[in-house]
T-cell receptor
Framework: DARVTQTPRHKVTEMGQEVTMRCQPI?????VFWYRQTMMQGLELLAY????????DSGMPKDRFSAEMPDATLATLKIQPSEPRDSAVYFC????????????????FGPGTRLTVL | QKEVEQNSGPLSVPEGAIASLNCTYS??????FFWYRQYSGKSPELIMS????GDKEDGRFTAQLNKASQYVSLLIRDSQPSDSATYLC?????????????FGQGTRLTINP
């Protein structure tokens, strides 16, 4: 059955290192979202893409975070350099926008990448 | 004021009873509302969506929306231990020309056998 996949599932790294998280959206979906979840802040939208074009990344710290979609089957989120405050679970979600509506009704979430920055 | 507010709980309900989860939102023009369920260590999954005032039922779940009061709720009838999870309320908001799904902090629900 179709699922969003994310790699790696867990990542432990040291402060200052580069971290790359990958997401494969559900085939045929045209919208991809990156979220970050922490106990303190809850689930926050970092960035989203439609048809591979970035629509909004206002939730993302620009100085260290970057998000791309090199092709329709791969989305990446990079943190460089990483900091301990970046420790969180990062979720990718995908969906399908139809008929010119702005946001998909149903977003399917991947299993998440649990990032720990020491 | 947070855009989407939920009581963080924990909310404890005996098995078989009705669990009632509440959510308020700040943007009066919001039109689309969702409830997601998230089990511990897992990703959120959509369980209900509602767009019109009133009630929407799906099995043991009923979503209720009152746009005048900016209030949306989720009722779980005949609650089961497997319903124990965190329930996230989400609202579509138009921010800087883009439509975004904004989540509440979630309510942790425990169903006691």
């Amino acid at each position: 059955d179709a699922r969003v996949t994310q790699t790696p599932r867990h990542k432990v790294t040291e402060m200052g290192q580069e971290v790359t998280m990958r997401c494969q959206p559900i085939l045929g979906h045209n919208t991809v979202f990156w979220y970050r979840q922490t106990m303190m802040q809850g689930l926050e939208l970092l960035a989203y893409f439609r048809n591979r074009a970035p629509l909004d990344d206002s939730g993302m710290p620009k100085d260290r975070f970057s998000a791309e979609m090199p092709d329709a089957t791969l989305a990446t989120l990079k943190i460089q350099p990483s900091e301990p405050r970046d420790s969180a679970v990062y979720f990718c979600a995908s969906g399908l926008v139809r008929d010119g509506r702005g946001v998909t009704d149903t977003q399917y979430f991947g299993p998440g990448t649990r990032l720990t920055v020491l | 004021q947070k855009e989407v507010e939920q009581n963080s709980g924990p909310l404890s309900v005996p098995e078989g009873a009705i669990a009632s989860l509440n959510c308020t939102y700040s943007d009066r023009v919001s039109q689309s509302f969702f409830w997601y369920r998230q089990y511990s260590g897992k990703s959120p999954e959509l369980i209900m969506s509602i767009y019109s005032n009133g009630d929407k039922e799906d099995g043991r779940f009923t979503a209720q929306l009152n746009k005048a009061s900016q209030y949306v709720s989720l009722l779980i009838r005949d609650s089961q231990p497997s319903d124990s999870a965190t329930y996230l309320c989400a609202v579509i908001r138009k921010i800087q020309g883009a439509q975004k799904l904004v989540f509440g902090q979630g309510t942790r629900l425990t169903i006691n056998p």
